[in-house]
């Protein structure tokens, strides 16, 4: 069993470079793939970024490439997400999630229903 915790949601002003972050419970966080989804009002949920469990391949939507960075410390149990150069479009609740599986595709990443444990989400909000 596994609990995720995110931390860092925020009102921010466009462009604005929030850091999200997400401690996880339990001894064997580094066996788990870890990402970032999100959903906005009226949306479905969508992938943000991944990050493998020891090598830290990372993988990315197209819409936050260049501009987001996930990473990990294992050491600490913990997985973020750096934001930047934030977006209107940004704006939703990002949901931390930890998969056991062994994934060798990068879709395999983007797929919701992959994940095993979820957290409660943080609000990001984009505003002027």
């Known amino acids: 069993q596994v609990q995720l915790v995110e931390s860092g949601g925020e009102l921010v002003q466009p462009g604005g470079s929030p850091r999200l972050s997400c401690a996880a419970s339990?001894?064997?966080?580094?066996?788990?793939?870890m990402a970032w989804f999100r959903q906005a009002p009226g949306k479905e949920r969508e992938f943000v970024a991944g990050?493998?469990?020891?090598?830290?391949?990372?993988y990315y939507a197209d819409s936050v490439k260049g501009r987001f960075t996930i990473s990990r410390d294992n050491a600490k149990n913990t997985v973020y997400l750096q934001m930047s150069s934030l977006k209107p479009e940004d704006a939703a609740v990002y949901y931390c999630?930890?998969?056991?599986?062994?994934?060798?595709?990068?879709?395999?990443?983007?797929?919701?229903?992959?994940?095993?444990?979820w957290g409660q989400g943080t609000q990001v909000t984009v505003s002027s």
């Open positions: 990050i493998r469990r020891s090598i830290g391949l990372t």
């Open positions: 339990g001894r064997t966080f580094s066996r788990y793939a």
């Open positions: 999630a930890a998969s056991g599986g062994l994934y060798s595709s990068s879709s395999d990443y983007y797929t919701p229903s992959n994940y095993d444990y």
